[in-house]
């Protein structure tokens, strides 16, 4: 059987590297931190969660919750530790960032199977008696980006990944917020920060009006159009921010039926609750204005900040040209992608990744061919999506239902009802999924 190296201790490295210890495979764990840290991680940690700590919707039959929802059934050992230390975030699944990442920690260290290295690895063994896996992440070393773009030929595309101002829970003026979640769905977790449109008008002003931090040698304005920093979605319009991340719908005062002009809503950070995230508000700010201006969210006027928000770059490789549905390399079959690198994008999409990659693997170290996961579900729509789209055109995704497989279009026409789409598209999808991890071939599998 052959070995399997995984290079890097994000999120996909260690849940590929658990996957496949767990199917009984030698594997070797490389990460470079702390010999050598990125521009956006703080700690030499696994499974550092460096932006939001929010794993996305836990509300049923949302294309999240699928997602997650497989990821329980395949026995994701991340999503495990996930749940085990979750805090109160409504209908999400959000988690204690430190709590998270001593658990996957633990994990690691239990497992005989895996020896971990912490040194940087800069080039790529692409044959040999060991399958190699890079689960680098986003922000890849330029010294193993260059092999990379070596052993690939093809050029990688760039954008901005972000994270989010944190604000001491503490010195947040309780009298002018008031805790409640989106149209009362889920606990109210959340706290909202609420503006009348004079307040609106004076935040909005201070914000077009920022000193952007100026752009090292290494970054390119390219940004994302799913991670966009909040100084330019304002410049896009006035309103725009109060259809984006401060949208006021469904977030009406406490027993009344008025709705704020606006609204920036703060979740959870830890189990103690003693600091919160403001949700969307990654942004490219120098510090000094980042405070002036956040200080003018009702609520956060004598705020002090633990972190303030950040842009970073992130690298992916253009994954329809060369990845398979099984996470290799085309014309090279033994190094395989996962995570954020192969153009998924979030954090419950870069553990499905590695979760995927890792069974991969260990199919290829046993000398069988890997089977793909079913289209119908949302692992295999994601993978379909990432290694069939458009090229030209190819940006990192969530998973959505756009990805997922559309019902026919009898049905269709007959189901008018979103929801009931979306609860059958669920059901197909977990009904693949089953069908899948039992061994049964997708076309044998009979959907719902």
Known sequence: MKTIKVIGGGLAGPEAALQAARAGCDVTLYEMRPHRSTEAHQTSDFAELVCSNSLKSESENTAPWLLKQEMRLAGSVLL????????????????????????????????????????????????????????????????????????????????????????????????????????????????????????????????????????????????????????????????????????????????????PYAVVQLRQENLRADSYNLVGFQNHIKYGDQQRILRLIPGLENATFLRFGQIHRNTYINSPTLLTETLQLRAHPQVMIAGQLSGVEGYTESIAGGMLAGRFAAALARGEQPTPAPRLS???????????????????????????????????????????????????????????????????????
């Not at 060991?130 to 092999?147: C, E, F, V, W």
């Not at 197909?428 to 991890?437: D, F, H, S, V």
């Open 80 to 259: 495990a530790e996930a749940d085990a230390c979750a805090v109160p975030a409504g209908h999400a699944l959000a988690v204690d960032r430190v709590e998270f990442s001593r658990r996957v920690a633990e994990r690691i260290a239990a497992e005989p199977k895996i020896t971990v290295v912490r040194e940087e690895v800069t080039s790529i063994e692409e044959d040999g008696d060991h399958i190699t896996m890079l689960a680098s992440g986003p922000l890849t070393s330029p010294a193993l980006t260059a092999d990379l773009q070596r052993l690939t030929g093809a050029d990688h595309l760039s954008f901005y990944d972000s994270i989010a101002p944190v604000v001491d829970a503490t010195t947040i003026n309780m009298d002018r917020v008031y805790f409640k979640a989106r149209w009362d769905k889920g606990s109210a977790d959340y706290i909202n920060c609420p503006f009348t449109k004079e307040e609106y008008d004076i935040f909005y002003d201070a914000l077009i009006a920022a000193q952007e931090v100026e752009a090292k040698d290494w970054e390119k304005l390219d940004y994302f159009e799913g991670c966009l920093p909040i100084e330019e979605i304002a410049r896009r319009g006035k309103d725009t921010l109060r259809f984006g991340c401060m949208k006021p719908v469904g977030l009406r005062y406490p027993g009344t039926e008025i709705t």
């Open 378 to 448: 949302a692992h295999g729509s994601l993978v379909h999506y990432i290694t069939h789209t458009d090229a030209k055109r190819f940006q990192p995704a969530n998973v959505t239902f756009d990805l997922l497989m559309p019902l026919e279009e009898e049905l269709r026409k007959k189901i008018r009802d979103k929801k009931e789409r979306h609860r059958i598209q669920c059901e197909r999808g977990l009904n693949a999924w089953k069908a899948w991890l039992a061994g049964v071939p997708e076309d044998v599998a009979v959907p719902a």
